[in-house]
């Protein structure tokens, strides 16, 4: 393709001609410039040109964004240029729809489209990748730091936050970005360039909502790890190498253990401890939630054996159960049969479903295996209550038998008025339906006494015992149960 630069010669070129050749060269060279451009790339220019400009809504096709930013890669790189690339997502894109309809959050992304395209120059481009997500491709300047990346990713933010005014209702979002300065990839493609932005958005979204990050070499790190997990996770899954650990549950009425719940630890043989936050992501991406919950089913059923006859007291053990488990038209079957091979009875496992699964669900597969578990005696949780706008109607419709209330309610409830509001706002709820309630993440004494005070019939968290594997778990509840004749006993609001 013919760069920009070399157009700067051609006066020059033409006056030669014209004093060699007289103005018959010069008429020549003007018939003839054309046609050789277009055959050595300038028809790619001015395709490429023309895509920016026949642009809907301020935006440019999806599958055209990928030339732009190859030809903006190309040029910056040549020209001793900067460019960056910008993806933006909504927060919480997941529940816009079920909130606001479809109608409206399709006129909620038409206009944040074009408030993005306002925010940039007109030889920048947009592209809506994705229903919730964004990305844009800066053209190329002389000058383009870190700080005025920022600000331009700022600015992007500030369009998005703008309140919507749609069908008389003002809607709030935000949006995390991530960004990629073409600096950062000279001896690389404009494909890794793409890649990096996309990394950088992940890192955003990882500690948003509302965030933004700059690439780095960390985050690359970080996704080749990621990746090797995926590899792992398999083999992982089959060696015991992932296995429940047992986080205590107590009655905040007489302050005995009134269940555990079983959560994935993954010990890897090198790296030792690998955080949840790390291995989960891997194993939903490589399909094995379900495996997952059969593994962590098998070993709660195995814990309360053992407890059974070790003759300590633990009445039930909580698994979580993920939308894909959740959708197995085989899942009550193979619940009934691993209790049955245990021979424990269905009141003894606590299905926990999070509230974000409820919300969404239909009247489908999902709800059916929900319904059954509980005519089959189990016990359905509702996990992090309050925020996954799950109606009071989803409640009674899941015949939910406790909510677990979400931590960011629990935290400082027993130093900020308006935390202690919300709890007993939740309480009062729960005893209307005759709903027991559990609270999260319960960190300290004032925490734990507030709660008992206001009503909650169980508390779990770090303040009361923090994940253990299964062979301290004994020690744990011997330590625990010789508090309890020692400890005054926490009178709270039982009027259930």
Same mark, same amino acid.
């Given at each position: ?181 073409? #600096?950062?990839? =000279?001896? %690389?493609? @404009? /494909?890794?360039?793409?890649?990096? +932005?996309?990394? *950088? &958005? ?83 991406? #490589?399909?094995? =939630?379900? %495996?997952? @919950? /059969?593994?962590?089913?098998?070993? +709660?059923?195995? *814990? &309360? ?192």
């Amino acid at each position: 393709m013919i760069k920009p630069v070399l157009l700067a010669l051609l006066p020059a070129a033409l006056l030669g001609g014209y004093w060699i050749g007289g103005e018959t060269t010069l008429m020549g060279a003007a018939l003839l410039f054309p046609a050789v451009y277009m055959l050595l790339g300038g028809a790619n220019a001015l395709s490429d040109r023309s895509i920016a400009k026949s642009a809907t809504r301020g935006l440019i096709r999806r599958e055209d964004y990928r030339a732009v930013v190859g030809q903006s890669f190309v040029q910056a790189r040549d020209l001793g240029q900067m460019s960056a690339l910008f993806a933006v997502e909504i927060d919480e894109s997941d529940v816009l729809v079920d909130r606001y309809g479809q109608s409206a959050t399709t006129e909620l992304l038409d206009k944040i489209s074009s408030r993005l395209a306002c925010v940039l120059r007109d030889n920048d481009v947009v592209a809506q990748t994705s229903d919730f997500r964004f990305e844009i491709c800066l053209a190329p300047v002389r000058h383009l730091d870190l700080e005025l990346c920022i600000q331009i990713a700022g600015r992007l933010q500030s369009a998005v936050e703008e309140p919507v005014s749609v069908e008389g209702s003002a809607i709030y979002v935000t949006a995390c970005v991530g960004f990629c300065q073409s #600096a950062r990839m =000279l001896r %690389r493609d @404009a /494909e890794t360039w793409n890649e990096a +932005a996309d990394l *950088a &958005l992940a890192e955003a979204k990882s500690k948003g909502p509302n965030a933004i990050r700059a690439f780095s070499a960390d985050q690359r790190r970080q996704s080749e790890t990621r990746a090797g997990l995926r590899e792992e996770v398999t083999l992982a899954l089959e060696k015991g190498e992932i296995r429940a650990w047992f986080q205590p549950q107590i009655s905040t009425d007489t302050g005995l253990v009134s269940g555990f719940e079983a959560l994935a630890r993954w010990e890897h043989p090198k790296r030792g401890m690998i955080p949840p936050s790390e291995f989960l992501p891997a194993i939903e991406q #490589a399909g094995l =939630l379900e %495996r997952l @919950a /059969e593994v962590m089913m098998y070993h +709660a059923f195995t *814990a &309360l054996r053992a407890w059974d006859t070790n003759g300590v007291s633990v009445p039930r053990v909580g698994v979580n159960f993920a939308g894909p488990e959740l959708n197995n038209p085989g899942l009550v079957e193979k619940v009934k049969w691993e209790l049955d091979r245990f021979n424990l009875s269905p009141d003894r496992l606590a299905v926990e479903v999070l509230e974000t699964v409820v919300a969404r669900a239909p009247d489908d597969m999902v709800t059916r295996n929900i319904s059954a578990l509980n005519a089959l005696g189990c016990q359905i949780d509702l996990d992090d209550f309050g925020t996954g706008h799950a109606s009071i109607a989803s409640i009674r419709r899941f015949a939910v038998s406790r909510i677990k209330i979400d931590r960011s309610f629990v935290i400082k409830s027993d130093k900020d008025p308006e935390q202690q509001r919300m709890v007993s706002a939740i309480l009062t709820m729960a005893e209307r339906l005759g709903v027991e309630t559990l609270a999260e993440g319960v960190e300290s004494a004032g925490e734990h006494a507030l709660l008992a005070q206001l009503g909650c019939d169980h508390v779990q968290g770090f303040g009361i015992g923090k994940p253990m594997p299964f062979d301290q778990t004994l020690e744990w509840i011997a330590a625990h149960t010789a508090k309890l004749g020692d400890a005054p006993r926490i009178l709270g609001n039982r009027s259930r």
